[in-house]
């Protein structure tokens, strides 16, 4: 290993790695450490898309009401599988508290204040780092089926609105002569011109790639027990032995909570869940979307890259359970084949599943940990990680290293829980 570092990053995700790159680049010198291979949690599987258009949290009016409807429904787009778990219940009590209109403009705001920020700063940030990730900037397409759901959406659109999100309406006869790949039966369309998407694996291999040639170390396979501070320094048990810094920023996405690092921590137990997504991977079909799409009554993702094709998406608020549940990636493949004529590619090359950080208000804990003063957190994003990763990046760097921060750091404390 090099000399002692400046920041010890525990954690090799997105956020992590995002994270690391920046503060090597501002003359930090960085560690990141993970308990097993970097960038094979919730930032590998995911569809790709970067989504201003996600702006509006998932704690919002109607929220319970669905999930309520599909509890006994395994392959609805939000399960919660009835079952005895007095954290996760009272998790869904503080959540429904927040599921008001009030509620959802307040997380709305710093929501998209992160996405905007990133979604502007990702050309630059690959090109600036030769990140070769199939990196596109057309948009995503919200693909509907009725009328009434299209119109329930037309109103999140005005919402979106007010926070500067852009959003056009598409009639379905005129979108269907533009899109060959769509079935007929689609009533109306909502793109998002503002919204892009990569392809987040090899997004994350880039960061690990560039974080490394900018003299930044990354530990792999090296299991991180607990962080406190001593002699002025801030102690690290690993696997490996004990590492100093002068500064950790834990970045472990849903495990936060879980894995007890610090007393600091342990808010993050009341606030913070597991939120299991599925994703299916194939070779390309002949016949793609050109553009990413959400299939709306089936909450099923759709990317298209050139290397491949993906169905992802679904809630599940299982706990850190294992298992591949095969009814929920069947709905994957069952819904896309209510909406596309070629609903999955002639190779299947893998089925996935990753726990995303969910927040029960559904906006990211970003900054110091209270009474901490060298130990710096940046987890919850939810399903929003790669979106968000440029923008995280740029504030917890401008946090530890003292400097004026780009985003207003208030909305993301953990001291709004206390």
């Not at 704690?59 to 954290?87: E, F, I, N, Q």
Request: charged share 20%; aromatic share 6%.
């Amino acid at each position: 290993m090099h000399k002692e570092p400046d920041v010890l990053i525990v954690g090799g995700g997105v956020i992590g790695l995002a994270c690391g790159l920046v503060l090597q680049e501002a003359g930090r010198q960085t560690r990141v450490v993970d308990a097993g291979p970097v960038g094979r949690g919730s930032s590998h599987g995911n569809c790709g898309t970067l989504t201003p258009s996600h702006a509006l949290p998932l704690a919002a009016p109607g929220a319970v009401g669905r999930a309520l409807r599909w509890m006994l429904t395994p392959d609805a787009p939000l399960y919660v599988p009835p079952r005895l778990d007095p954290t996760l219940w009272r998790w869904l009590l503080r959540f429904a508290g927040r599921c008001t209109v009030d509620a959802c403009l307040r997380a709305a705001r710093p929501r998209a204040a992160l996405l905007q920020a990133s979604r502007a700063a990702f050309p630059r940030w690959l090109a600036d780092h030769a990140i070769e990730c199939e990196f596109e900037q057309q948009g995503v397409d919200h693909i509907f089926h009725t009328e009434a759901a299209l119109a329930e959406f037309l109103d999140e659109c005005r919402l979106l609105a007010d926070l500067g999100v852009a959003s056009e309406r598409i009639d379905g006869v005129a979108y269907l002569r533009e899109e060959p790949a769509l079935r007929e039966g689609v009533v109306g369309v909502v793109r998002f011109p503002g919204d892009a998407h990569l392809r987040p694996d090899r997004y994350v291999a880039g960061l690990a790639r560039a974080l490394h040639q900018a003299g930044g170390e990354i530990v792999e396979h090296c299991e991180v027990r607990g962080v406190q501070s001593a002699h002025g320094r801030m102690e690290v048990a690993t696997a490996q032995g004990t590492m100093r810094a002068r500064d950790v920023l834990v970045a472990t996405g849903a495990w936060s909570p879980r894995l007890g690092l610090s007393p600091a921590l342990a808010p993050l137990r009341h606030v913070m869940q597991p939120g299991k997504g599925y994703s299916i991977t194939y070779d390309r079909p002949a016949l793609a979307p050109r553009r990413p799409l959400v299939l709306h009554e089936r909450s099923v993702c759709v990317t298209a890259w050139g290397s491949g094709f993906r169905l992802g998406s679904t809630m599940e608020f299982s706990g850190y359970d294992t298992s591949l549940n095969r009814r929920r990636l069947d709905a994957l493949e069952r819904g896309a084949r209510e909406y596309l004529r070629e609903p999955a590619g002639p190779v299947k090359r893998e089925e996935w599943y990753g726990w995303r950080p969910m927040m029960v208000d559904d906006v990211p804990v970003l900054g110091a940990v209270p009474g901490q003063p060298h130990l710096w957190v940046a987890t919850g994003h939810g399903m929003l990680g790669v979106s968000m990763s440029p923008a995280t990046a740029q504030l917890l760097c401008d946090l530890i290293t003292g400097r004026a921060p780009s985003l207003d750091p208030a909305p993301y404390a953990l001291e709004r829980f206390q």
